[in-house]
């Protein structure tokens, strides 16, 4: 997850709807125009629980990550 100038956040956003349903991706569109405008240090503590999160269930042997 990376924090991307508006254009490449449209982009990413618009590639990631071509590989869903109609409805999920409505779905998503409504969360993300529910949610708004939110704060980089947020975004940082959330990229934090997801690896840490990662790495556990690594640690578990529940997935396997690669390398890089």
């Not at 779905?27 to 959330?46: F, H, N, P, S």
């Amino acid at each position: 997850l990376h924090v991307r100038s508006r254009r490449q956040r449209q982009m990413c956003i618009r590639d990631s709807f071509r590989n869903m349903s109609s409805r999920a991706a409505d779905a998503l569109r409504d969360d993300l125009d529910m949610r708004g405008a939110v704060r980089l240090k947020d975004i940082e503590t959330q990229q934090k629980e997801i690896l840490k999160t990662l790495r556990r269930m690594s640690d578990e042997g529940v997935i396997v990550m690669g390398e890089g």
